[in-house]
């Protein structure tokens, strides 16, 4: 039944939809926290809900998912995708008028270092991760590549309280868009997470920054809000809000994560 289940959703992520005439928007990423997965454990962290898009446009993501899978030790296997629905600035009818994929992105994470201090319950890890992005979005061809490198750190603070930090950089080439040529960018990200050990809660903040060498505008997104973390689930409620011109201006979105082990 669990991989019955792990398949039926895995196949719903990557099915193909018919493209249609949605603007391109960011993936909204919030893990690259070093908590690799054991091998055989499958993890589905899937979001959506609605945004204000760059060009005001009213904008659905269902879902924004991240499929993972730890294959080895310390190393996990990753699908990142976003369909969106969207309906245009000031125009009528349902906001699922319209409907297309956002490129994907195919991963290798690994981790490469972690040093512990048994004393303070603390460490430090340093990994990679990356892979060639797929040309889903309208318009889009060819294959795009994008890597990170990143670096963590957890604390364990008063009444046991863990708080993990993660700062990523890198670069994103995305696939051609149309007769456009390929985006670039450049990529720096800060995530924290502040286990709090009541009630499985944990609060999340996070800064995803997307700066373009190309044409189209930068992008600086805050991310926060409330996972409460259970045997086999965790659910957030997350509230995104746009610093700069590009990318989504601001949002709600709710996301569930089971964690299925299939091996």
Not at 12 to 17: D, E, H, K, Y
């Given at each position: 039944?669990?991989?019955f289940?792990a398949?039926?959703i895995?196949?719903?992520?990557v099915?193909?939809?018919a493209?249609?005439?949605?603007?391109?928007g960011?993936?909204?990423r919030?893990k690259?926290?070093?908590?690799?997965?054991?091998?055989?454990?499958?993890?589905?962290d899937?979001?959506?809900?609605p945004?204000?898009?760059?060009?005001?446009?009213?904008?659905v993501?269902?879902?924004d998912c991240?499929?993972?899978?730890?294959?080895?030790?310390?190393v996990e296997?990753?699908?990142t995708g976003?369909?969106a629905?969207?309906?245009?600035a000031?125009g009528?009818?349902?906001?699922f008028g319209?409907h297309?994929w956002?490129?994907a992105?195919?991963?290798?994470?690994?981790?490469?270092l972690?040093?512990r201090?048994?004393?303070t319950?603390?460490?430090?890890?340093?990994?990679v991760?990356?892979?060639?992005?797929?040309?889903?979005?309208?318009?889009?061809?060819?294959?795009g590549?994008?890597g990170?490198l990143l670096?963590?750190?957890?604390?364990t603070?008063p009444?046991?309280?863990?708080t993990?930090?993660?700062l990523?950089?890198?670069f994103?080439?995305?696939?051609?868009d149309?007769?456009?040529g390929r985006?670039?960018?450049a990529?720096?990200n800060?995530d924290?997470?502040s286990?709090?050990g009541?009630?499985?809660l944990?609060l999340?903040?996070?800064?995803?920054?997307t700066?373009?060498t190309?044409?189209?505008p930068?992008a600086l997104?805050?991310?926060g809000?409330?996972?409460?973390?259970?045997?086999?689930?965790?659910?957030?409620g997350?509230g995104?809000?746009?610093?700069?011109?590009g990318?989504?201006?601001?949002?709600?979105?709710?996301?569930?994560?089971?964690?299925?082990?299939?091996?």
């Amino acid at each position: 039944m669990r991989v019955f289940f792990a398949v039926a959703i895995a196949a719903l992520i990557v099915a193909g939809a018919a493209p249609a005439a949605a603007q391109r928007g960011s993936a909204h990423r919030f893990k690259r926290d070093l908590d690799l997965r054991g091998p055989g454990l499958l993890e589905i962290d899937c979001a959506g809900g609605p945004v204000r898009g760059e060009a005001g446009q009213t904008r659905v993501l269902l879902p924004d998912c991240e499929i993972a899978l730890g294959v080895v030790r310390d190393v996990e296997l990753a699908f990142t995708g976003v369909l969106a629905f969207e309906r245009p600035a000031g125009g009528g009818g349902s906001v699922f008028g319209a409907h297309a994929w956002e490129n994907a992105w195919v991963s290798v994470e690994a981790g490469i270092l972690r040093v512990r201090n048994p004393a303070t319950r603390s460490y430090w890890s340093l990994g990679v991760r990356a892979g060639p992005r797929l040309p889903l979005a309208p318009a889009a061809h060819g294959l795009g590549v994008e890597g990170l490198l990143l670096a963590g750190r957890m604390i364990t603070g008063p009444r046991a309280v863990q708080t993990r930090f993660v700062l990523s950089g890198g670069f994103e080439i995305d696939p051609a868009d149309g007769d456009r040529g390929r985006p670039r960018a450049a990529l720096a990200n800060l995530d924290v997470e502040s286990i709090l050990g009541w009630r499985g809660l944990r609060l999340l903040g996070a800064l995803d920054g997307t700066f373009h060498t190309t044409d189209e505008p930068n992008a600086l997104t805050f991310v926060g809000g409330v996972t409460w973390a259970m045997p086999g689930l965790e659910i957030s409620g997350l509230g995104l809000y746009g610093l700069s011109g590009g990318g989504d201006r601001y949002g709600a979105l709710l996301r569930v994560e089971p964690k299925i082990h299939l091996w």
